[in-house]
Each structure stands twice: as C-alpha cells, then as structure tokens.
C-alpha cells in the first residue's frame, strides 16, 4: 500500500453509573444517560442527543457546538 499511512488514536471510556467520561487525544467529553437515551457532550464542545430504540433504529441531532468540518 504505498502513499498510504495510519495515525495512531486513543480513546478511553470510564463508565460511572449512568454517567461516562470519554477521554481521547482530542480531549476529554462526557455523556449522560442509559441505552435509550444519552445527551452527550464532545471533547470539541458539540452537545449531542441520541435515541435507540429496540430492533436497531436510532435518532442522533447535533444540539449546539461546532460544526463538522
């Protein structure tokens, strides 16, 4: 594969009930919530709503923070 090359990533989740801390190289975020429902909050400062529902449908919406490049 030439011309090609891979970055190295981090990425650690602490799971405290239903609170969890998120820690990456690009920061560190949080996120609340239960398999349902989660708002969470990036390290880049985007506040996300998810919602999982049963047989695999999901609904996310970007709420505030920065747009994506």
């Known amino acids: 594969m030439e011309g090609t090359s891979m ?3 981090y990425r650690k989740s602490i799971k405290l009930g239903p609170f969890r801390l998120n820690l990456s190289r ?4 949080h996120s609340w919530g239960n398999r349902l ?3 969470t909050r990036t390290a880049d400062g ?12 999901h609904w ?7 747009a994506r490049d």
């Open 7 to 9: 970055g190295w990533s």
């Open 26 to 29: 690009g920061g560190v975020g």
């Open 37 to 39: 429902f989660r708002v």
């Open 46 to 57: 985007r506040r996300t709503l998810s919602v999982n529902l049963p047989g695999g449908f």
């Open 60 to 66: 996310r919406k970007t709420l505030s923070g920065r």
